[in-house]
Structure formats: C-alpha cells, structure tokens
C-alpha cells in the first residue's frame, strides 16, 4: 500500500527559505537559477524572487510516457557553467535516485567535450538543490530542505502543484 506525504503550499516556501539561507550562509551566489520542467519549476521562482537571482528553464523528462523527446539540450548553459565560469543552481522538486542530474552532467559534459565528471570543477560552478533529497541517489545535492530515505516505493509524496 503507497503512503503518500503531503506538501503544503508553506512548507515549500519554508523549503525554498532553508534552501536560500544556505545559499547565503555558504557565501555561494549563482548566476541564475536553472528550474527542471516540471517539479523545479515553482521551487525555481520562488527562490528566484527570494535571491533576486535570474531564473531559466530546462526541460528533462526522463521517466514520463512519452515525454522524453521533450528532453532539451542546452549547449549555452553547458558553456555558461564549464567554460564561462558562470555560477549555476540547478533546483528540482526532489531528487530521488538522481537521473535527472545524471543526464544534465552527462548531456553538458558531452556539449563542452569533457571526458568525465569531475565533482570539484563541477562544485565551484554548478551546484544541484532540491527541496526532498534522497541521501541513497546517485548525484548528492549541494543543498536541501530534507533528506528521505525514498528507496521504499511505498513513499510517494505530493507537491500541492500536483493536486
């Protein structure tokens, strides 16, 4: 039987704060804010009014049926952040085993001819939040409102942009 978590509209605001004060309390202020479609779309702007931080958009659908051709490249923030040492967040609703991630670095390393991924070089330019972390994913995130164990396909949570 799936358990779902409910999300309230204040608790993401209060998510995007906590996720604003490290930003702040690390000394780390990125260029803009990359929100993943669809589930960092709102945490995206809402840190992005918080920070007064430009906000753009990136596409990655990987697991929605018949979605993934949606799937963008974007070979200028590829640039942006490997090559114009430009500061990025990356921020999704939740980060469960790290796909999305995954493809993002594998995609923007493929764009600037890079080899592999090189967690520091990665670090000082591109960092990865999300509000709901899983600490058992693939690409840890830099920044998060809370950890949750989501291996338990039981766990389903709910954002209040979901209902």
């Known amino acids: 039987m799936k358990h779902t978590r409910q999300y ?3 608790g993401v605001q209060e998510a995007v704060n906590s996720i604003s004060m490290q930003l702040f309390k690390d000394e780390w202020r990125p260029d803009y804010i990359v929100g993943i479609t669809r589930g960092g779309l709102v945490p995206a702007v809402l840190l992005s009014h918080a920070t007064d931080i ?3 958009t990136l596409c990655v659908q990987l697991e929605s049926d018949g979605l993934e051709a949606n799937t963008e490249r974007n070979a200028q ?3 942006d952040a490997l090559k114009n040492n430009k500061k990025i967040l990356i921020i999704d609703d939740i980060n469960r085993g790290g796909d999305a991630i995954t493809w993002i670095i594998d995609d923007w390393q493929d764009v600037v001819g890079m080899s ?3 967690s ?3 670090h000082s330019n591109v960092r990865f939040a999300s509000l709901i972390d899983n600490p058992n994913s693939k690409v840890p995130m830099d920044y998060c409102n809370e950890e ?3 291996d338990d396909e039981e766990l389903w949570v709910e954002f209040p942009w979901e209902s």
């Open 8 to 10: 309230t509209w204040e």
């Open 54 to 56: 430009p906000m753009k």
């Open 77 to 79: 923030m590829a640039r």
């Open 116 to 118: 592999n991924y090189h």
């Open 120 to 122: 520091e070089s990665w």
């Open 148 to 150: 949750i164990d989501l």
